[in-house]
């Protein structure tokens, strides 16, 4: 039987396993993101303290060095997939976990990799398995395992997790996903995930590269990759589900057992956008995930002609202006509360929400159409009023007739 999900894969590469690295080598590589994603700045006002970060992937390794003390390891939903006694290889997980919140080692933690947010803690949650591991083929195929994303999620965020990273992705949508979301958002929790690898395929039906869940879901921050440039990479996914992107080119990070990676995918680039969305958190730990995701976006870089394409969506993350944007959005909500709230277990459609009062009105706005409404009723009225002295004007002008000429009218 196939899964609903269909192939339910990673959505990083991993593309070189150098030899272990001089710290300054490790560092060294990993300042053109640092720079572009505006770290040092940023970090004056967070490092992500406080918040959990929990890693929907293939598992991480709690002791590599860069790693090590910040790192839980939840619940595996694919336990069953691969043969007994054989374990997980951690690989991708361990790759993303360190670009969220790796701390490096050493004097001051200056060797290896640092991640965006060092001072987060990061709770591991395993729901696929790598392409390598001798399970993959039953774990992507047999019934049991077709709603591991949802019930991790709905795991991780009854763990306490304040952002979930799910750098991975597959074609199909399911319910149960769908409502795992909504029960995550409702305890406002921020999810980030994949737009996938696909980019380079032929566009679909709709003219663009194919949508990946659960990045496609509303509510979910969908992230795409840049390369060296700063432009889409080639093999980044494009369609209205895009918010923003990061570098996904060349991206150097940890692996099992004291490794480094080097790699490209929107993987990549989602994990550095989780790192960020811990360091608005942690600073703000009540800001809703739609206020997180606004932030995200108003104080993105690079931003496409006309502000938004489908692309990069509304530019590349940078952590220094979107706490500022956080700031500036702190005080604010855009949580319904009362009748209004929409319960997340059930559906929008089928008129269950009900209507929505308007709190905040644009002033502005009102007052302008207000005024062009009232312009129009006034023309409406002077028209009608010119109109009808023109006819009782022409009735004056209509010469009488003599009664013996009518007809009908006896002489």
Do not use: C
């Amino acid at each position: 039987m196939v899964r609903r999900g269909v192939l339910l894969v990673v959505a990083g590469l991993l593309v070189a396993t150098p030899a272990p690295a001089l710290a300054d080598d490790i560092r060294g590589s990993q300042q053109p993101v640092i720079k572009t994603l505006g770290l040092p700045k940023a970090w004056r006002t967070s490092k992500g303290a406080g918040v959990t970060v929990a890693v929907l992937d293939s598992g991480v390794d709690p002791g590599h060095r860069d790693l090590a003390g910040s790192v839980v390891t939840g619940k595996d939903f694919t336990a069953g997939a691969n043969p007994p006694g054989v374990p997980p290889r951690k690989l991708h997980g361990t790759y993303m976990a360190s670009l969220i919140a790796g701390h490096g080692h050493g004097p001051g933690g200056r060797r290896g990799v640092i991640g965006v947010a060092p001072s987060a803690r990061l709770l591991s949650v395993r729901v696929i398995l790598e392409d390598e591991e001798p399970g993959f083929r039953e774990f992507n195929t047999a019934e049991r395992f077709e709603d591991v994303v949802a019930k991790g999620i709905r795991y991780a965020v009854d763990q306490g997790a304040d952002v979930i990273n799910m750098s991975i992705s597959k074609e199909l949508a399911t319910k149960e996903e769908r409502a795992a979301i909504r029960y995550a958002i409702s305890k406002k929790v921020v999810l980030v995930a994949a737009a996938g690898n696909d980019g380079q395929r032929k566009p679909d039906a709709n003219g663009f590269a194919p949508y990946s869940y659960p990045a496609a879901f509303p509510g979910v921050v969908s992230v795409g990759a840049t390369d060296r440039g700063l432009r889409r990479a080639s093999f980044s996914n494009w369609n209205p589900s895009v918010l923003v992107a990061a570098p996904g080119v060349d991206i150097l990070g940890a692996g099992p057992g004291d490794e480094y990676w080097v790699g490209k995918g929107t993987s990549q680039a989602t994990a550095l956008v989780s790192g960020v969305a811990a360091l608005i958190k942690a600073k703000y730990p009540d800001m809703s995930p739609a206020l997180v995701a606004q932030a995200l976006t108003a104080g993105a870089t690079r931003r496409p002609p006309g502000g938004y394409d489908t692309g990069t969506g509304f530019g590349v993350v940078n952590a220094a202006g979107s706490l500022d944007e956080a700031a500036r959005l702190a005080g604010h909500t855009q949580t319904a509360k009362g009748a209004q709230a929409q319960d997340p277990a059930r559906p929008m459609a089928g008129g269950h929400a009900g209507p929505i009062q308007v709190i905040n009105r644009d002033r502005r706005s009102v007052t302008l159409y207000g005024a062009i409404a009232a312009a129009g009723a006034i023309a409406s009225v002077t028209s009608l009023g010119i109109l009808v002295a023109l006819v009782r004007r022409a009735r004056r002008v209509i010469p009488q007739q003599d009664a013996s000429s009518r007809p009908g009218v006896d002489a």
